[in-house]
Nanobody, 121 residues
Framework: QVQLVESGGGLVQAGGSLRVSCAASGSIFSINYMGWYRQAPGKQRELVAGITTGGSTNYADSVKGRFTISRDNAKNTMYLQMNSLNAEDTAVYYC???????????????WGQGTQVTVSS
């Protein structure tokens, strides 16, 4: 099993910045992919950004140029730097990881509990 611990959410004014983190621990052989999703009230969960082991990234159009995803492979930790936040960014942000527990085992998907990000206008 893999445990994910998110931190760094909170309340920020529009135009401000926040950084959220996700630390993975447990039975980890490799982490193939890490990503952030978010879910606002009454809306479906959506991909915000993702990053592969090699550092390739992808972003939702709504956050391009404002958010930056990064990861520290040695620490199994992922970060999301969020700048120029606006009210539409208010949501619960979830860490998503695709990982192998052992060499040769299939990769499984894991989710964090979520961290609330609230942007006041």
């Amino acid at each position: 099993q893999v445990q994910l611990v998110e931190s760094g959410g909170g309340l920020v004014q529009a135009g401000g910045s926040l950084r959220v983190s996700c630390a993975a621990s447990g039975s980890i052989f490799s982490i193939n992919y890490m990503g952030w999703y978010r879910q606002a009230p009454g809306k479906q969960r959506e991909l915000v950004a993702g990053i592969t082991t090699g550092g390739s990234t992808n972003y939702a159009d709504s956050v391009k140029g404002r958010f930056t995803i990064s990861r520290d492979n040695a620490k199994n930790t992922m970060y999301l730097q969020m700048n120029s936040l606006n009210a539409e960014d208010t949501a619960v942000y979830y860490c998503h990881v695709v990982a192998q527990n052992n060499r040769g085992s299939p990769a499984y998907t894991y989710w964090g509990q979520g961290t609330q990000v609230t942007v006041s206008s």
